[in-house]
């Protein structure tokens, strides 16, 4: 049987927090009543500076609630931070943690087949929506081609995956030795390794209140994927350079085999020039880029390797 402790972070969720306690209960009453999960297992809501009643909501539910508990942050840090604060504290205590939004656009059913899958081995479940149907047309449309894109721009990451996931006491253990404070968890977690496995859920709409990630802070999110996960875009400006300086080259090959046979407008003596400056100054800066993004992820000092298994 599995301790399993549930990990929300909560920002102004007032308005959710007394049905999602009520769904999460039930679920997890009925999950020890079949003695999937021990009776010990915990719902932790961990309050990330929020400015309404959501803490006074924690604490009354935590007198209530054998079930509940709750970690108040000292001021509003962000989903990610609130996550891994949550999962850094309680990574003693249980088995395995279950990471979810407050908002219960996760479906609390999940919970059921993550421990299934733990049971069978993975230290790691990543929870995988298996319908958008409830998302926006825009958010739809565009998250394959934003997925791709990420990827192409170095964070790779698990398709329809965002924070939902189970990880075992042995799989939080190797996240903590990621000490990078530039967060972006669903690129950091597949780094860990280790066997792992998909559960697809249902995502629906927020129960109440309003969304805490509007599209400026959504971009600034994936922005934030990119830049922490990989120096790849580094690459792309000496890239850039080295073709812009070909292509000023070949046109100044070009210009001068015209020019002894016939001629041709200054123009183009000009652009080539220009092309070949530019690509030579891109070229330059990007190789300076390429030292400066090394230093960085060396900054990072991440784990290099776990090992798995010592056979004597
Ligand atoms: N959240 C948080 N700190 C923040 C913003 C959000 O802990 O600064 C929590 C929020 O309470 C919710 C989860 O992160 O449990 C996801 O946020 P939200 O539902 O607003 O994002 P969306 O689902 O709209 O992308
Ligand atoms: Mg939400």
Redesign the pocket.
Known sequence: MTKLYVV????N?EEVLPETTKRLSTKMNELIARQIIREDSKIVY?D?GSKDKTWSLIERQNQENPLVQGVKLTR?K??QN?LLAGLMTVRDCCDATISM???L?DDVQVIETMVAEYEKGNEIVYGVRSSRDTDTVFKKSTALGFYKLMKFLGADTVFNHADCRLMSGLALNRLAEFKEVNLFLRGIVPMIGYKSSIAYYDRSE?FAGE???PLKKMIAFAWQGVTSLSAKPIKMITITGILLSLLGFIALIVFLILYSSSAVGMLWPILCAISLACGLQLTAIGVIGEYVGKSYIEIKGRPRFFVETYLE
Do not use: F, I, M
Not at 8 to 11: E, F, N
């Open positions: 929300l972070p909560c920002y969720e961990v990330d509003n962000g989903h609130a939004d407050a908002d656009q927020r969304s805490k990630y």
